[in-house]
């Protein structure tokens, strides 16, 4: 069976602080951020709310995607989450 990687971004309910990360699991990391189970950024930020993924079969591609969103702006950010997802809805219930 194949792999699939995921990059996504979260955000806190007011949509004013954005996380990029990369998972192989996308369902649980979510999980994680929404019950703060990790220490760390998302939990003292109250990260929760998945706004952006995308869905990679190469872990080095997903990687490399990663690391090109977080050295973008977050002008950029905004731009990429709201091409796929204008009103920052929660994505999480639609995995």
């Known amino acids: ?18 996380y990029t990360g ?3 699991d996308l369902n649980r990391r979510i999980f994680e951020h929404k019950h703060k189970l ?3 950024f998302t939990k003292k930020y109250h990260i929760t709310k998945l706004v952006y ?3 990679f079969d190469d872990i080095e591609l997903a990687i490399a995607r ?3 969103i977080k050295a973008g702006s977050r002008k950029k ?4 989450i709201e091409s796929i997802n204008p009103n920052f809805i929660d994505l ?3 995995l």
């Open 1 to 18: 069976m194949p792999h699939q990687y995921y990059i996504y971004i979260v955000t806190n309910i007011n949509d004013t602080v954005l």
């Open 22 to 24: 990369v998972t192989n």
């Open 38 to 40: 990790v220490e760390g």
């Open 53 to 55: 993924y995308e869905v």
């Open 66 to 68: 990663e690391k090109q």
């Open 77 to 80: 950010k905004i731009k990429l």
């Open 92 to 94: 999480y219930d639609t």
